[in-house]
């Protein structure tokens, strides 16, 4: 399986932000999507999640045109994690997670024995088993970007689309978040993460596109695409790019900036 | 440029100590995050518990309301209708007739009316993820009463009132609903609220200008009095005719409640989750509407059931519509019933009946506002 887009046009229906954006997503590949704000990542990435229409050219998934699959059968094959938010009604975190598998019954219909189990072994995956009897409005902004995580897992789709994930998580958190998708990764999933942070494309990426300018650079490896000097062209600042190696031999890569 | 590798032995000790601990297996690192300290859980925990009590309540009150009015009964006047009871003073004849025709016709009205107003109004809460909105939001309630002011000014028999009321109810909302697709920026749902008020406060003028034609003597104080709702006149045909729109409307609404849920989280994200969003909301748009026109055209305008009512249940078992929903409807048609009891048995003459739900909602709803704020605020 694997998502295809070609010469994609996406954005708002009085903008179009992105035009010409190709780009194939197999399964057991992790592409990192970076550029600047306000660049179309998230644009790029709502279309996928079927919340903006697409505005021309043509996205596959499996083989099926997207824009006729109806939204049931999308959420099956993608799940889309969205920056953490926090909605009005203090739901149980348990049912926000057992959400992610709405799509599975017809619409008059709810969750069985079996979706609750996979909703707990969703949460339990993200290591946020403790929290399930809580409200989702009292969580931290991190808490509740775990509880989207595993309200995607639950989802069971073979494709998973994530929004900036790491953006409101501390330092552990966002090392947890990028080890569970490397796992996921492994085990086939493909994912398509948007990220502000270049060094997690470095560490986890199989494959990196940069969103610049209303294009989609095509996608390459992450040690070629993330130079020193393609970061400071994207982020206009100037960028250090270095391999450290721990006491095992294994090299890790490293971006930082200068901050003069 | 300003590329630069570190050499092996310097990457160990600045790697090293600290590193290695995060690349660990996940599962290593169970535990990282704490058990967090236990919230107190809602009120009451089972639903079915709550159910079971609220069904018993509606029964209790039931036979009390059937019991007591302007001509009081014993239970064993009362009993003697189905059961063989000694002891009973007042004709079966008469009994019969005061209960099936008077008191029976009129407490079903208030079940039903009270348990589909509550119903519509939670889902609607929902829906538009704003737990101050009611079912007349788009404009149900005032499109009504334009309708019934029409009709008895018009001097229409007590069937064609309640028709044009449906009616004229029914076509508010459809008026709301042309609107809000004609108005650009905004999503769907705030559209929709925007251009429930605007129609809304048109209908409200209507019914101005109707009062201001009509006959000050005969035909304004019928008008004022429809306005402020009343169950007084329920005739048993009434209860048929309020019972299929309404039923239909409620089993709709009750049979979207999970999808309700995730459409409580945002429409953009319920789309991204397999929900149908434009066919969930439609059919809670035209259920709740359906259920708010036919209350509104036997009761006339009764405030503050759906709006406080969900709010009541939410506070006593959270925000999920699965269970929010049906124990809505029972403390709905509880709430109503008792409502109305009130308005029959506090004065010789009758309040209305949208008068006694305002001054019972209304401290229940600051009670709640004061302790259940932080369930429903960000």
Same mark, same amino acid.
């Given at each position: 399986?694997?998502? =295809?887009?070609?010469?994609?046009?996406?954005?708002?229906?009085?903008?179009?932000?992105?035009?010409?954006?190709?780009?194939?997503?197999?399964?057991?590949?992790?592409?990192?999507?970076?550029?600047?704000?306000?660049?179309?990542?998230?644009?790029?990435?709502?279309?996928?999640?079927?919340?903006?229409?697409?505005?021309?050219?043509?996205?596959?998934?499996?083989?099926?045109?997207?824009?006729?699959?109806? =939204?049931?059968?999308?959420?099956?094959?993608?799940?889309?994690?969205?920056?953490?938010?926090?909605?009005?009604?203090?739901?149980?975190?348990?049912?926000? =997670?057992?959400?992610?598998?709405?799509?599975?019954?017809?619409?008059?219909?709810?969750?069985?024995?079996?979706?609750?189990?996979?909703?707990?072994?969703?949460?339990?995956?993200?290591?946020?088993?403790?929290?399930?009897?809580?409200?989702?409005?009292?969580?931290?902004?991190?808490?509740?970007?775990?509880?989207?995580?595993?309200?995607?897992?639950?989802?069971?789709?073979?494709?998973?689309?994530?929004?900036?994930?790491?953006?409101?998580?501390?330092?552990?958190?966002?090392?947890?978040?990028?080890?569970?998708?490397?796992?996921? =990764?492994?085990?086939?999933?493909?994912?398509?993460?948007?990220?502000?942070?270049?060094?997690?494309?470095?560490?986890?990426?199989?494959?990196?596109?940069?969103?610049?300018?209303?294009?989609?650079?095509?996608?390459?490896?992450?040690?070629?695409?993330?130079?020193?000097?393609?970061?400071?062209?994207?982020?206009?600042?100037?960028?250090?790019?270095?391999?450290?190696?721990?006491?095992?031999?294994?090299?890790?890569?490293?971006?930082?900036?200068?901050?003069? | 440029?300003?590329?630069?590798?570190?050499?092996?032995?310097?990457?160990?000790?600045?790697?090293?100590?600290?590193?290695?601990? $995060?690349?660990?297996?996940?599962?290593?690192?169970?535990?990282?995050?704490?058990?967090?300290?236990?919230?107190?859980?809602?009120?009451?925990?089972?639903?079915?518990?709550?159910?079971?009590?609220?069904?018993?309540?509606?029964?209790?009150?039931?036979?009390?309301?059937?019991?007591?009015?302007?001509?009081?009964?014993?239970?064993?006047?009362?009993?003697?209708?189905?059961?063989?009871?000694?002891?009973?003073?007042?004709?079966?004849?008469?009994?019969?007739?005061?209960?099936?025709?008077?008191?029976?016709?009129?407490?079903?009205?208030?079940?039903?009316?009270?348990?589909?107003?509550?119903?519509?109004?939670?889902?609607?809460?929902?829906?538009?993820?704003?737990?101050?909105?009611?079912?007349?939001?788009?404009?149900?309630?005032?499109?009504?009463?334009?309708? $019934?002011?029409?009709?008895?000014?018009?001097?229409?028999?007590?069937?064609?009132?309640?028709?044009? $009321?449906?009616?004229?109810?029914?076509?508010?909302?459809?008026?709301?609903?042309?609107?809000?697709?004609?108005?650009?920026?905004?999503?769907?749902?705030?559209?929709?609220?925007?251009?429930?008020?605007?129609?809304?406060?048109?209908?409200?003028?209507?019914?101005? %200008?109707?009062?201001?034609?009509?006959?000050?003597?005969?035909?304004?104080?019928?008008?004022?009095?429809?306005?402020?709702?009343?169950?007084?006149? %329920?005739?048993?045909?009434?209860?048929?005719?309020?019972?299929?729109?309404?039923?239909?409307?409620?089993?709709?609404?009750? $049979?979207?409640?999970?999808?309700?849920?995730?459409?409580?989280?945002?429409?953009?994200?319920?789309?991204?989750?397999?929900?149908?969003?434009?066919?969930?909301?439609?059919?809670?748009?035209?259920?709740?509407?359906?259920?708010?026109?036919?209350?509104?055209?036997?009761?006339?305008?009764?405030?503050?059931?759906?709006?406080?009512?969900?709010?009541?249940?939410?506070?006593?078992?959270?925000?999920?519509?699965?269970?929010?929903?049906?124990?809505?409807?029972?403390?709905?048609?509880?709430?109503?019933?008792?409502?109305?009891?009130?308005?029959?048995?506090?004065?010789?003459?009758?309040?209305?009946?949208?008068?006694?739900?305002?001054?019972?909602?209304?401290?229940?709803?600051?009670?709640?506002?004061?302790?259940?704020?932080?369930?429903?605020?960000?």
């Amino acid at each position: 399986m694997s998502l =295809v887009l070609e010469n994609v046009s996406c954005g708002y229906t009085r903008r179009r932000v992105l035009t010409g954006v190709s780009l194939t997503v197999e399964e057991g590949e992790f592409v990192c999507l970076l550029g600047p704000n306000g660049s179309g990542k998230t644009a790029l990435l709502k279309t996928l999640a079927g919340i903006l229409p697409p505005l021309g050219g043509s996205i596959q998934i499996d083989g099926r045109e997207w824009s006729t699959l109806p =939204v049931r059968e999308r959420a099956a094959r993608l799940a889309y994690v969205p920056q953490a938010h926090a909605p009005l009604f203090a739901f149980r975190v348990l049912d926000v =997670v057992a959400m992610g598998r709405t799509a599975r019954w017809p619409l008059w219909s709810g969750p069985t024995a079996a979706d609750w189990r996979a909703a707990e072994t969703a949460l339990a995956a993200v290591q946020m088993e403790a929290f399930a009897e809580r409200r989702y409005t009292e969580l931290s902004g991190g808490e509740r970007q775990m509880v989207l995580v595993a309200r995607a897992l639950a989802q069971e789709a073979r494709f998973l689309v994530l929004d900036e994930p790491a953006s409101s998580l501390d330092f552990g958190n966002q090392v947890r978040v990028l080890q569970m998708l490397r796992q996921l =990764v492994r085990e086939g999933f493909g994912v398509l993460m948007a990220t502000h942070h270049p060094e997690h494309a470095l560490r986890c990426a199989t494959r990196v596109a940069v969103v610049r300018e209303g294009r989609l650079s095509p996608a390459g490896a992450p040690g070629e695409t993330l130079t020193a000097v393609r970061l400071e062209v994207i982020y206009r600042v100037p960028f250090v790019v270095a391999n450290l190696t721990d006491h095992a031999g294994r090299l890790f890569p490293l971006c930082a900036p200068h901050i003069d | 440029m300003n590329e630069a590798t570190t050499t092996a032995s310097r990457s160990t000790s600045v790697g090293g100590a600290g590193f290695a601990p $995060a690349i660990r297996p996940a599962a290593e690192t169970a535990g990282v995050n704490p058990a967090p300290p236990t919230t107190p859980p809602p009120a009451i925990a089972a639903p079915w518990l709550l159910y079971s009590a609220l069904a018993a309540a509606i029964v209790g009150s039931v036979a009390i309301s059937l019991r007591y009015g302007a001509h009081p009964l014993s239970w064993s006047d009362l009993g003697q209708l189905w059961f063989d009871v000694t002891g009973a003073t007042v004709p079966r004849a008469t009994v019969s007739s005061l209960v099936y025709d008077i008191r029976l016709p009129r407490i079903l009205a208030a079940l039903a009316i009270g348990a589909g107003l509550s119903v519509a109004g939670a889902s609607y809460q929902g829906l538009f993820r704003n737990s101050l909105v009611s079912p007349d939001i788009l404009g149900a309630s005032s499109g009504a009463a334009f309708g $019934a002011a029409l009709g008895i000014m018009l001097a229409w028999s007590v069937l064609g009132i309640q028709g044009l $009321a449906f009616g004229s109810g029914l076509g508010a909302v459809a008026l709301t609903y042309g609107l809000s697709r004609g108005v650009g920026g905004g999503t769907f749902t705030l559209k929709l609220v925007l251009t429930g008020m605007v129609v809304g406060s048109l209908g409200m003028a209507g019914v101005a %200008v109707i009062k201001t034609l009509a006959d000050p003597y005969s035909k304004l104080p019928l008008i004022t009095y429809w306005l402020l709702g009343s169950l007084s006149s %329920v005739t048993a045909l009434d209860v048929k005719l309020l019972l299929p729109p309404l039923v239909v409307g409620v089993v709709v609404l009750l $049979a979207l409640r999970w999808p309700l849920n995730v459409m409580a989280l945002g429409e953009d994200e319920a789309r991204a989750l397999g929900v149908p969003t434009g066919t969930v909301r439609l059919l809670t748009l035209l259920s709740a509407t359906l259920v708010t026109a036919v209350a509104v055209a036997v009761a006339g305008v009764i405030g503050w059931v759906g709006l406080m009512v969900p709010h009541l249940v939410r506070f006593m078992i959270g925000p999920n519509h699965r269970d929010l929903l049906p124990a809505a409807l029972l403390l709905g048609a509880i709430f109503l019933l008792w409502a109305d009891n009130l308005a029959r048995w506090i004065f010789v003459v009758e309040l209305p009946l949208g008068v006694v739900t305002c001054a019972c909602g209304i401290p229940i709803f600051l009670v709640l506002l004061r302790r259940a704020a932080r369930s429903w605020n960000d």
